[in-house]
Nanobody, 123 residues
């Protein structure tokens, strides 16, 4: 089991940018699939992006493709989510998750979750 700590979210203006981090301890993320998820008020949790354990590639939801970039720093055992061109509809609580299998965008397939962090996109 790996412990995940997500950086604090903030209030961001539309078209602004924000970098979230997810630091892991208790295991190397190199051996895990890692996903970013979000849940907006009144909506179900949705997958934002993930790094596959099978092929090591990064995948994005259509809603964020071209605007969000997920990356991993092996030395720091940390993953990042760079969010650019933010929109009000990106407002949500963001989570990172990890699992030794490859759940992709299937949230219940992830065993280990970081705490949620609130991101608000508003002028």
């Amino acid at each position: 089991q790996v412990q995940l700590v997500v950086s604090v979210g903030v209030l961001v203006q539309p078209v602004g940018s924000l970098l979230l981090s997810c630091a892991a301890s208790g295991g190397s993320l190199e051996h895990y699939a890692i996903g970013w998820f979000r849940q907006a008020p009144g909506k179900e949790r949705e997958g934002v992006s993930y790094i596959s354990r099978v092929d090591g590639n990064t995948y994005y939801a259509d809603s964020v493709k071209g605007r969000f970039t997920m990356s991993r720093d092996h030395a720091k055992n940390t993953v990042f989510l760079q969010m650019d061109s933010l929109k009000p509809e990106d407002t949500a609580v963001y989570y990172c998750a990890a699992d030794r299998s490859d759940p992709r965008f299937y949230g219940p397939g992830y065993d280990d979750w970081g705490q949620g962090t609130q991101v608000i996109v508003s002028s």
